[in-house]
């Protein structure tokens, strides 16, 4: 009785361990997932001003 109720106890422990960490995991892989989509807007907007400033480069040029 009593090494049932223990191990039912630990079962119990180790479940709720387990989802704790599964827990983290998809937290810290949602916010990889997060940062990584920030980094990426954030070299489309840099490249978007490279290339309008390239743009105005060359129609000063063509205009002189």
Do not use: P, W
Not at 39 to 56: G, N, P, T, Y
């Amino acid at each position: 009785m009593i090494q049932d109720k223990l191990a039912t106890q630990m079962q119990q422990k180790v479940s709720d361990e387990d989802a704790r960490i599964q827990t983290a995991m998809a937290e810290r892989e949602a916010q990889k997932v997060a940062e990584e989509a920030e980094k990426a807007d954030k070299r489309a907007k840099m490249l978007e001003s490279i290339k309008e400033h390239r743009v105005e480069q060359v129609k000063s040029q063509s205009m002189n």
